[in-house]
């Protein structure tokens, strides 16, 4: 399995970016984590179940949206009023079913650079 993710760059604090992933195998727990240089990697977003539900950590919630369509379409990560403390490498991820697994997916992708200037 494959992921390639796309849609990173750079904006302004404040601004707005779209992360795409290309999985669209089926209805497994996807996510998006991110990871900055002496850290470690995190999951920030989590999508789940046929009915797609979604949660968030506390620092992008309200501001970043995770969404797939449909089983045929890509992942997607809206990020909104982007700050300084974004500013990381993002990577697609699949894990299982049900987020069992949530902290260590089975597949990744190569990541995409998402920079934040103010």
């Known amino acids: 399995v494959q992921l390639v993710e796309s849609g990173g760059g750079s904006t302004q604090a404040g601004g707005s970016l779209r992360l795409s992933c290309n999985y669209s195998?089926?209805?497994?727990?996807m996510a998006w984590f991110r990871q900055t240089p002496g850290r470690q990697r995190e999951g920030i977003a989590y999508?789940?179940?046929?009915?797609?539900?979604?949660t968030y950590i506390d620092s992008v919630k309200d501001r970043f949206t995770i969404s797939q369509a449909d089983p045929d379409e890509p992942l997607i990560l809206h990020m909104t009023r982007l700050r300084s403390d974004d500013k990381a490498m993002y990577y697609c991820a699949a894990v299982d079913r049900w987020c069992v697994g949530r902290f260590n997916p089975q597949y990744w992708g190569q990541g995409t650079q998402v920079t934040v200037s103010t």
């Open positions: 999508i789940y179940g046929d009915d797609r539900r979604t």
């Open positions: 195998r089926d209805r497994r727990c």
